[in-house]
């Protein structure tokens, strides 16, 4: 296939959706629920983060090995992926916390370096790092493998700044949106590259959702507002489905459209 071709054939193959207003929406409240589904499981339910990691793991699979298997961007399967890898990633940081002793300074700055050189090989095997252009095994391997490590370090270092430097929850999700901000206005008046305001504004959107999540679920004592895991889980799960509900939808309508246009 041609350079020419495979561009034109990009959008269409593409496995990842569109970055819009819905795409940011529904993952921050992907990341806030990881954040709490988490607790809930390991806490509340007491599976304890072992088993916790355990489970969620395999489920994990399940769900990437159902988003592979699509070829294309199906709405159900990949926000699945996401939801299930911002679990398991809040848990991979929480098990190096918490059952390894490993502090939230020294996760922070090994799963950013982990990100970067996944970043780098990824660039260094494809030329791009754009995920508008997610059409093939590789690449999406290299995506997911991104994203985990995104949803990790994105936990260390909101826990690292609300907990370890005692900012506070409320205060941490203020400080990690206005930094969102910045790239955002960075973006559209300064001439930021698009692919870096992304991954930055994705990586940081991670500790933004948690650090919301935990005000909302965290006892009063501890900073919360005292809603608890499984009430806070239940919200923002309900909000999930309906925005994938409602993508599903639009995805199919446009889809029907392509087809009656091509036909004519």
Known sequence: MTASAIK??????????????????????????????????????????????????????????????QKRYVPWAYWLAVVLISVVGTLVTDNLVDNFGVKLQTTTIAFSIVLALTFAVWYAYEKTLSIHTIFTTRREIFYWLAILFTFSLGTAAGDLVAETFDMGYLTTGLIFGGVIALITLAYWFLGLNSIVAFWLAYI???????????????????????????????????????????????????????????TD
């Open 8 to 69: 034109s054939a990009a959008p269409a193959l593409n496995r990842v959706p569109e970055v819009t207003v819905d795409f940011w929406l529904i993952k921050v409240m992907a990341v806030t629920m990881g954040e709490t589904a988490a607790d809930y499981l390991a806490v509340n339910l007491g599976l304890g983060l072992t088993v916790t990691s355990l489970i969620m793991s395999g489920i994990l699979v399940v769900a990437l090995v159902l988003q592979f298997a």
């Open 204 to 262: 940081l959107t991670r500790p933004l959702g948690a650090s919301f999540g935990d005000l909302l679920s965290q006892p009063v004592e501890y900073g919360g507002l005292g809603f608890g895991t499984t009430i806070t889980s239940l919200i923002f799960l309900g909000c999930i489905v309906v925005l994938v509900a409602y993508m599903t939808f639009r995805k199919s309508h446009g889809d029907a459209e392509d087809m009656l246009f091509e």
